[in-house]
């Protein structure tokens, strides 16, 4: 339980940094736009990312056809093997620990994970207005934290129609903002 504290603090230091960030960021559900939390806390670095399912797949619902299906396949395995996509500095050895998915279109499928808390029952519950998202969290364990000072987020290079992302970060450090653009992936921690 003594871990619980600290990280509850870290993900409350997001929603400070999320003012930081263009007023695009507060309107929700935005084509093209995803959100990443970052937490730093001690050994453990956690990525949260959350993001309209068009960005990901080029459809917001549940899959209609075999294509359909066998992209969100596509996609559920380029998430869940994210060593392409996150590259937390290499002098902290970080090694991926965890990976939770949770959408509308994994549910029933082997890669939907339980939804955590209130963000992911949200995530996975059938969306109202019609637009479908995706929350992935990463949890890695980093052998030198004190090494842990970015992050290389390369999820532009499988998601074409993800334009840019607004990041958080929340550590030891303190709290920062970022958007995030294909020639622009480093994130400073």
């Given at each position: 339980m003594s871990t619980l504290r600290p990280l509850a603090v870290v993900f409350a230091a997001l929603l400070v940094a999320a003012a930081a960030l263009p007023a695009q960021a507060g309107k929700g559900h935005v084509h093209g736009l995803a959100?990443?939390?970052?937490?730093?806390?001690?050994?453990?670095?956690t990525l949260t990312l959350e993001s309209p399912l068009d960005n990901l797949l080029g459809f917001e619902r549940a899959p209609r056809d075999d294509a359909?299906?066998?992209?969100?396949?596509?996609?559920?395995?380029?998430l869940r093997n994210p060593e392409k996509m996150?590259?937390?500095?290499?002098a902290a050895r970080c090694t991926l620990a965890e990976v939770r998915l949770t959408?509308?279109?994994?549910?029933?499928?082997?890669?939907?994970?339980?939804?955590?808390?209130a963000a992911g029952a949200a995530a996975a519950a059938k969306p109202a207005d019609g637009h479908?998202?995706?929350?992935?969290?990463?949890r890695y364990r980093c052998a030198a934290p004190?090494?842990?000072?970015?992050?290389?987020?390369?999820?532009?290079?499988?998601?074409?129609r993800l334009a840019?992302?607004?990041?958080?970060?929340?550590?030891?450090?303190?709290?920062?903002?970022k958007r995030l653009t294909p020639k622009q992936s480093v994130l400073k921690l």
């Open positions: 959100t990443l939390k970052v937490a730093v806390d001690g050994e453990t670095l359909e299906r066998r992209a969100v396949a596509t996609m559920a395995e380029r996150l590259l937390p500095a290499a959408s509308l279109v994994l549910a029933g499928t082997p890669a939907h994970d339980a939804p955590a808390g479908g998202d995706l929350m992935a969290q990463y004190a090494e842990l000072r970015s992050v290389e987020v390369r999820f532009f290079e499988s998601f074409r840019s992302i607004n990041a958080q970060v929340a550590g030891a450090k303190g709290q920062s903002a």
